[in-house]
């Protein structure tokens, strides 16, 4: 089944309103487990962005740290993957691109729990360059990014340089510095609120 190409988000309306409790379920019950290096699953304030009027209101709401979106991507994935949505997913946006996302979703975690070893050799290395070039290109096809310059963005680019790092300083857990950037996002928040207020009182 082939369907129709459209810019409208593919989990906006009564659609994405549905697919979020799904999420919801499958994330509590990914999270009653004993395996504690899978990570937090279960999100109160939903998996998937909010669209339209929603969106105002509710974007703050869904934000995610980036360390929690391994468990939003894993959740996610099995929606896609559950017989019962795997229909309903294949009439709103074909097999084709359905098949795309699961592909993508499924690299990004294996990606990321191939980035936490601490030893890596040099064939793998090779191997995982020659990967990223391919996976970029596949990601690229299947997000379509229209916003601002697509997927031009740093983020994106850096993909490129990942294996050059772990070459030149070792395993990325090495050099990890989101438990700083967390902390720093706190502190420099709190400082800015309190530079208002003294401010407004001058």
């Avoid at 899978?38 to 929603?54: C, D, E, M, N």
């Avoid at 191939?114 to 970029?136: G, I, P």
């Avoid at 697509?150 to 300083?169: C, T």
Wanted: net charge neutral; proline share 2%; glycine share 8%.
């Amino acid at each position: 089944m082939e369907a129709l190409k459209s810019n409208q988000y593919v989990f906006g309306g009564k659609f994405g309103e549905a697919a979020n409790k799904i999420c919801l379920d499958i994330g509590r019950k990914l999270s009653h487990q004993s395996d504690r290096s899978l990570g937090q699953t279960s999100f109160p304030s939903g998996y998937l962005p909010p669209v339209g009027k929603a969106k105002a209101v509710d974007s703050k709401t869904f934000k995610k740290c980036a360390h929690e979106m391994t468990g939003v991507l894993l959740v996610v994935l099995v929606y896609m993957l559950s017989s019962d949505n795997h229909d309903k997913l294949e009439s709103r946006i074909g097999v084709d691109d359905m098949m795309g996302y699961i592909h993508v979703l499924d690299r990004l975690l294996t990606f990321e729990a191939w980035m936490k070893q601490t030893e890596f050799t040099h064939n793998e290395l090779d191997e995982v360059e020659q990967f990223l070039l391919a996976f970029m290109t596949k990601y690229k096809e299947v997000l379509m990014r229209e916003e601002g310059f697509g997927m031009k963005i740093i983020k994106f680019h850096l993909m490129l340089h990942i294996v050059d790092d772990i070459r030149r300083f070792g395993s990325p857990g090495s050099y990890f510095s989101g438990v700083g950037e967390s902390t720093l996002k706190v502190k420099a928040k709190q400082t800015g609120r309190w530079t208002q207020m003294s401010a407004s009182q001058n």
